[in-house]
């Protein structure tokens, strides 16, 4: 039976969305802020992640990752690894194709024989229902947030904006302790700018946005659209978590 995942609009998950965000900002150790990560997944029922960078390259293994944590999945991880299944996975195969999040099935078509097998041996570990967030990097690289559970699930709009912010900040979080730092250009956002990314951070839709300021639904999309292209973001979420990284806005 599909369960209805709570949504998010509340004020009271708003303040434990971005309390989650700062703890996972001032953590000392990637490791802590994978922990803090993972108890803020529990409120979805999500109890299987894997937080890293994708490769299907034949000389490009795990040691050529920065970074790669993973939770409640190591029996099925090894097996990945003792077959290779990097090269052949569909959910690895998407996430380099598409900066799109998508559940797990979106990639289960079209299979080859091995690429079953694989889907056959995850569901047998307890991996039947997921949904993934690609990231591209600072560093250029594909990132990606994988969250598995054995039930199936539904996501409200609200619930999904504020797992995808989750998602994000938990790998950005992460990646800033193993990037190395370059100049970054100087960004600077207009009051307008300002106010409506902030907006979108409380999970106000275009619309709802542009009721408040006064100002058209297409106008706050424009608007949206001329910051994604200055910040070098993929959407909307991707957006307001690099303005809070870049101290553009405050959560």
Known sequence: MVGEIKDVTADRDVRRLFANI?????????????????????????????LGQAFIMADAGAADRRFFYHYGMDDFLAVYAQKNYQFSDPVTLRVMRTHRPFRW??????????????????????????????VVDEAGATGFVSLGRETDFSLSDAAFLELELL????????????????????????????????????GKTNWETG???GISE?????????????????????????????????P
Do not use: W
């Open 167 to 202: 998602c994000r900040y938990a790998y950005f979080a992460i990646d800033r302790h193993f990037e190395s730092k370059a100049p970054q250009k100087t960004i600077k956002l207009t009051p307008r700018e300002t106010a409506i990314l902030l907006h979108v951070a409380h």
């Open 22 to 50: 700062d703890a996972m900002m001032s953590a000392a150790q990637p490791a802590e802020t994978f922990e803090i990560f993972n108890a803020a997944l529990a409120h979805y029922g999500f109890d299987k992640v894997v």
């Open 211 to 213: 009721q408040i300021m």
């Open 105 to 134: 099935r979106e990639a289960h078509v079209d299979m080859t024989k091995r690429q079953m097998e694989q889907v056959a041996e995850a569901q047998a570990a307890g991996l039947k229902f997921g949904i993934v967030f690609p």
């Open 218 to 250: 297409y106008s706050v999309r424009d608007y949206l659209k001329s910051l994604s292209a200055r910040l070098e973001t993929s959407n909307r979420t991707h957006t307001v978590v690099k303005a809070i990284q870049l101290g553009l806005i405050l």
